[in-house]
């Protein structure tokens, strides 16, 4: 009987976690449950503790990162369940946002709805950053970073692919090199 009461405790504890996040951010449910990827009655019944609160490693995760804390605040998070991609893009990204004292709620609250999901699993390292670079650009620019900026974090990200792909991007320096000159003409043009 014991246990039951400290996973009691224990799930409200990271309930009231949540709760507390939601009402200091005046952050709506509905926008929270979009950003986690979860449903808005799933969000409701987390915090009112109708349900466990979750043990799911992806779900943790975002919420975490959606509220910039270390998953490991919550007492129910356990292993990853995802290989996590945490590069020096990433850092990059997150730093910016550090410095510019832009909170990850405002930064996602800049794209789309439909967005938002991918890119907290860009932040949490459950994804790369996006090789598209229109996509990649939506997220520099949303950060004011100048198109130089971009360019070289596509062109790093274009390279992972391209090795991981199987080129070896040193034997072919030549055709790499050509093809990052041109499309550093069209990217670059003012």
């Not at 893009?89 to 967005?115: A, Q, Y």
């Not at 950053?129 to 939506?138: A, G, V």
Request: proline share 4%; hydrophobic share 40%; net charge neutral.
């Amino acid at each position: 009987m014991k246990a039951m009461k400290n996973k009691s405790t224990t799930e409200k504890k990271s309930a009231k976690i949540v709760n507390d996040f939601l009402e200091k951010n005046a952050l709506h449910k509905k926008d929270f449950a979009e950003m986690i990827g979860v449903t808005l009655s799933y969000v409701y019944n987390l915090i009112d503790e109708s349900i466990p609160f979750s043990t799911r490693g992806t779900t943790l995760e975002r919420i975490a990162t959606v509220m910039e804390i270390e998953p490991e605040v919550f007492e129910e998070y356990k292993i990853p369940q995802e290989p996590r991609f945490i590069d020096d893009s990433i850092l990059f990204i997150k730093d910016v946002l550090k410095e510019s004292k832009t909170s990850v709620v405002n930064f996602l609250k800049s794209f789309p709805r439909k967005k938002r999901l991918e890119i907290v699993d860009v932040l949490r390292g459950a994804m790369p950053i996006p090789l598209d670079f229109q996509e990649l650009n939506m997220i520099g620019q949303t950060l004011n970073l100048g198109k130089k900026d971009i360019y070289a974090l596509w062109e790093k990200r274009m390279k992972e692919v391209l090795e991981v792909n199987g080129m070896n991007i040193y034997a072919n320096s030549g055709l790499i090199n050509a093809m990052f000159e041109c499309a550093k003409k069209e990217i670059l043009v003012d």
